[in-house]
């Protein structure tokens, strides 16, 4: 039986945990190494601090519980307050937890993830595979514009972000997330300096965005019509929001920045051998195609997208890896913030 414990912890993180009655039936999976389950059975609860929300979560750690009798305590908060915590929790020498899932593992100091090779690695895209092997793409990241489609036609559309100048109509009605930095990393990328930054001054003199704070937030926020467009947003959470029945949908132009939604393991793991199992169970078919039902777009080759055709409509397009580290984080948050200043 799932039993779930809710509270506030630090740092306005939600603390869930996961339990599996004894007696509990335990089922062989692909990805459970029999030696390393044994030695995982002997450990406490797994801690995972994650910025997937609980509705995806929690299912998605049960299939884990019930299939190893290991329960998890399931931390959830936003990227930064995860970052912001585990750095502090590092500094004190705190075994504090065993799992990080979230975008920004990429730009956590090496010294404080552990180096892995789950097995199941072996399956998943290469540009989702850490060459130093601190993290593991469970899912990919693309980023495109979104719109609610009860009050904007699809022919409406622009088809370059050059376009967006020419839609003065939509002034107060774009949103856009404030942390997007990696998406303007890739639009200077594709279009150089110089027209880049004529390009995102034009867009919001034009149109007048409001910034945000949460991807999955402005995704809800554009599927119930509080914003026509999002200037840009993660299409998985665009996904998310479609499947439930909310009236939005996301198109593509070029470029479309690439990050991906990772899994790393604490360098000061309480339960190492529980942490690898669940690494590698997260980046197996089994976990993909779970995740795959809410919008997330796999990382392995044997997983379909969802909606199918989602992936093959964004790979028409130049698609940019952006994996930012702290220092270049810092830079480009800078100049978002300069260029989306409210004048």
């Known amino acids: 039986m799932l039993n779930n414990v809710c509270r506030l912890g630090a740092f306005g993180a939600v603390i869930l945990v996961l339990g599996?009655?004894?007696?509990?039936?335990?089922?062989?999976?692909?990805?459970?190494?029999?030696?390393?389950?044994?030695?995982?059975?002997k450990e406490g609860p797994l801690v995972v601090y994650s910025s997937m929300n609980e509705q995806e979560g929690l299912p998605l750690f049960k299939i884990f519980t019930d299939a190893t009798g290991i329960k998890v305590n399931y931390v959830r908060a936003a990227d930064t307050p995860l970052m912001g915590r585990i750095a502090i929790e590092f500094r004190t020498k705190q075994k504090a937890w065993d799992i990080l899932q979230t975008t920004t593992i990429n730009k956590v100091p090496p010294a404080m993830l552990a180096e892995i090779d789950p097995p199941e690695a072996k399956h998943i895209s290469a540009d989702a595979r850490d060459p130093g092997k601190r993290w593991y793409g469970m899912y990919a990241n693309y980023n495109g514009p979104a719109y609610n489609t009860k009050l904007v036609k699809a022919d409406e559309l622009p088809k370059t972000y050059a376009e967006f100048l020419t839609r003065k109509q939509w002034a107060n009605r774009v949103a856009i997330d404030g942390t997007d930095n990696e998406w303007l990393k890739a639009i200077f990328e594709f279009y150089g300096e110089q027209r880049a930054t004529e390009l995102i001054k034009g867009m919001v003199a034009t149109l007048k965005p409001i910034v945000t704070d949460g991807h999955l937030a402005l995704a809800r926020a554009t599927g119930a019509g509080e914003y026509a467009i999002s200037l840009n947003n993660y299409i998985n959470l665009t996904m998310n929001v479609k499947l439930a029945g909310g009236p939005i949908d996301a198109w593509a132009m070029d470029p479309v920045a690439l990050m991906f939604g990772q899994v790393g393991v604490s360098a000061l793991a309480p339960n190492p051998n529980a942490a690898r199992l669940a690494a590698n169970f997260m980046l197996s078919q089994e976990a993909q195609q779970f995740i795959a039902k809410f919008g997330r777009f796999p990382t392995r080759s044997d997983v379909a997208d969802n909606p199918p055709g989602t992936v093959a409509m964004i790979k028409q397009k130049k698609i940019i890896p952006v994996l930012l580290t702290p220092e270049e984080e810092k830079v480009w948050q800078r100049k978002f913030q300069e260029l989306f200043r409210p004048r």
Do not use: R, S, Y
């Open 20 to 41: 599996l009655a004894p007696g509990a039936a335990q089922t062989q999976k692909p990805w459970i190494d029999p030696a390393l389950l044994a030695a995982a059975q």
